[in-house]
Structure formats: C-alpha cells, structure tokens
C-alpha cells in the first residue's frame, strides 16, 4: 500500500538527515518538516519506529506522566488502564510504560515552518550526495505525483504554473540533481512513488499542466525549451478553436445539409447537433470537440413515431427527449471503428497538431463514413421497435441489457440504456394490443425494482414513481414517461438542484 510506502520513505529520509553532516538546529528542522509532510497524507505515526533519532534531535519529547505540564494530558495519562495514544488538544501524545514508570511521547514544535519545495530539495540533495539513487528517485517520485494530484501547491512553494515552478530555486536546483542523476523508473513502485507518465498529465487542453510534467519528468530541457513548448501548444489550441466550427460546417455541415438534416442553433462552443424526419421517427446526429481527449465525439439518436404516440407529443430538438441514444463509431462499419481515425476514446480524431488539410480530410472521411447510419442504426432501429423488437420477450431483453451476452458485451440490439424505460415499453405495447394481464404483470415488477432500490434516481421519483401510483388507481390512458438514458437523467437532475 501507497501509505506504508510514504511511511518507510520518511523513515529513511529521516535516517539519512540524522547521518548526514548537516548542523544540528538544521537536522531537526528537516526533521520536523519531513513528519509534518507524512501527516499530509493517510499515514499511521511511526516516531517509534525512530524514537531515539527523534529524541536525539529535539524533536520528540519524553516526559515523565506525572511531570508532564497540561493538567488534561497529566490526568489521562495517570489514569489510563494501558499503554497506547492519548487524545490531547495540542496533537497526538503516546503513553508507554517503562517498567512502574509512566512516559508521555510528543512532538516538540518547530522553531520554524521550512517550505516543501525547500524541504525536498535539501533531502534529496543528501540522497544524491549519499549516493543514495533509490532515495532520490522515490522522493523525486512523491514530489512530482503530488504536485499532480494537488496535494502540494503554491503555499508550499511548489506552483501549478510552468512560469511559477521555472521561478522556484529550489525546483531548479531539484530539476538540476534530476538531470544529473537520470531518471529510472523502480519496477513496481507504490503509487504515490511512481514516476508518473507524460501522458498523466490528465486533460489535453490543460497546457499548464502538461508542461508542467515535463518540467519535472524532463530535467534536461531547458526553462526557454519548456517556454516555447508551452507556446506552440497554445497556438495549436487556439488554431483549432478558430478553424474548426468553418471546417465542421464546409466539410460535414454541408454534406449533411444536402442528405436532408438540418442544423439545430447550439449555444455551447464546439459542439453541433442536426435532426432529420423520416417516416414520422426525428433522427438526431450531434457532435462536439473535446479538445482534452483530441476527439470529435459523434454520437446518434431517435425518436421513435411508436413511443412519440405512446408518450402523446411530437418530436423535439431537444436529446434529452430521445427514445435511444448511442455514440457512432461502432455503426459506422468494423474497418473504420478499427482505423486511426477513430480514437481511444471513441471519438473521431481531430489532432490540434494537423495541417489544416489533413483536419478536412479526416473530416472528409467522416462525412463519407456517416451515411451508413442510415441503414446500421436508424433504419434499423426504427424497423426493430415498428414491431420485431417487441416478439422476444421483455426478460431476455432485461437480461441482456443487465448482463450482457457471451463476450460480457450489451448487444446494441437491446436498444434501450434503462431496465426499467425497457419495461416500460413493453407495458404500452401490451397495451396498445390490448394485453392488460401481460401489461399488468409488467408493471408489478417495476414496482417490485422500485421499492428494491435504496435511492430512487430523480427520474424515479418524478417520472416512474407518479406513473405507477396512477396505474394503482386504475389509470391507463396516461402517456409513456420520459426514456431514460444519461443524457435525460443530467438533464433532470440539473433542474431538480436548481
């Protein structure tokens, strides 16, 4: 575990400043601040395991119970039935018993609060003079992970900024130590130890944040290096912001617009969205960037003409009104889900490093590939639910929508994201022939899920719920409630906090 390893790394690191030639006074401010940066973190108090090193410094404190000054902490700890730690207002306190005598252990304060980034660059300046490489790439690794994750920041003199770190000596000093040991990542090291990656510095489009990796994980470059990294990168970022909405709308837009779909006005930057009626079903194609991903996320939609009756109300522009809801990519054929355009992450790459040519050729492919919607997901989708949907029984359709096929995998031919909207259709089709017994067997086991769950969702409660209380009370011309899917579920769940 990653806390047993920061526990064992500031135990060395306090043995190694006890060793070391450090002044006195020095040694215990490093080794206070080293016991202040363990409490940072879910760690158990080892002074201990290091007592006499810690007494030897001044820095922990042992007292006789009966001498000790807090009145509080001399009552508790005279009166104790055993041995172990005391609550004390003024930090953690331990109780031994060292034959008949009663010994009060704890910390002394620091005469002074000694910076993180000081901190780690006068510890890991003792590994590197020590020869201590396992030491070194250990501390170096619990700086740099939590810089990323936040735990240190500015207050500690560690910025999350490439110009704030460039500024700090002592970072300096630390990146110099780096580049001249060379950074080797230890095999299996702990989580919080770990050298991270270049590509864990999280979000694309947080250019901060990525070069303020390679600060760290690239000791050798140079601050203008890093500067002019950070500046072709922010050009990308905004090139594409400019040029992709005229790119989107010469290249995509305009074939879409002559296969019938017409645009929808999107408020939000970056992201497009298109409709188009056919046989009374409104189809749905929308699309928006995520520049953190480098992926131009397409996803499809339908409003079925059988629920939209069902429901009593005609097709809106709006998603969260659909009936189905999927990404694109898996419909678009298995050679283009399987080639470099589509990405990690589902998306259709859209490199902000690209020419602006090959941008419109990857937007050109696209645009080529979206026809085969037509027949792989709408019209097929509006065929299965006009009837043959409807022939296999609603609990294989539970089952696999709950538990996937062989491969693990929910087939896309399930259709529907929610169990209980998958119930719920099959409810009005028995209804719309007039099955009421079936109808009604159904909705017993929506009332049956209900109650089983220990925090109904806000569609649940506002959608679900009021439909089977009017069920109960003979009710049964009251329209089909909303489908359930996540984009439905943000959207009432957005209007339910506000």
Known sequence: MSQHAIEEL??????????????????????????????????NLTWLRMHSVLLRHGVLLRTRAEDVGDTALRAHALSAEAPGWLDHAHGPAYLAW??????????????????LAELFYQVLTLADQSGDASLFVDGYGLLVNGWLDETFDANDGIAATL??????????????????????????????????????????????????LRFFLQPKRTSAALRAARDKARHRQARVYAVLPQLIDRHLGASLRAAGWSPVAVAVPLQ???????????QHLWASYDASLGELMVQVGLQHARLLAWQQRTATTHLHDLHVVDGAARFL?????????????????????SSDATLEAGLDRLAAALPTLDASYFGRIATQLAGPWFERPADTWLQLLETGDDT???????????????LLAFVFFHLERGHTTHA???????????????????????????????????????????????????????????
């Open 440 to 498: 009604d067997a159904l909705v017993e086991q929506l009332r049956a899920r209900l109650a089983a769950r220990p925090r109904p969702s806000v569609w649940h409660r506002h959608a679900l719920a009021p439909f089977l209380q009017q069920w109960e009370q003979g009710a049964r011309s009251m329209p089909m409630p909303a489908v359930l899917h996540p984009l439905l579920l943000a959207h009432l769940r957005a209007n339910d906090s506000a």
């Open 333 to 353: 054929g298995e050679d283009i889900l399987h080639s470099a355009d589509i990405g990690n992450y589902g998306g259709w790459v859209v490199n902000p490093a």
């Open 272 to 282: 497009w969205h298109w409709i188009r009626d056919v046989d009374g079903n409104r």
């Open 163 to 212: 110009d704030g770190l460039l500024a700090s000596d002592a970072l300096q000093g630390i990146r110099a130590l780096a580049a001249r040991q060379g950074l080797k990542r230890r095999r299996n090291a702990p989580e919080d130890l770990a050298l991270p990656r270049l590509d864990d510095g999280g979000a694309a489009d947080d250019i901060e944040r990525a070069i303020g």
């Open 10 to 43: 500031i135990e060395r690191c306090i043995h190694l400043v006890d060793a070391s030639a450090v002044e006195r006074s020095r040694k215990a401010a490093l080794i206070h601040a080293l016991l202040r940066l363990q409490a940072r973190y879910d760690t």
């Open 408 to 422: 693990g995998a929910v087939p896309p031919t399930v259709v529907f994201a929610s169990p209980d909207s998958l």
């Open 98 to 115: 060292e034959g008949d005598t009663r010994v009060v252990y704890r910390l002394t304060e620091p005469g002074t609060d000694m910076p």
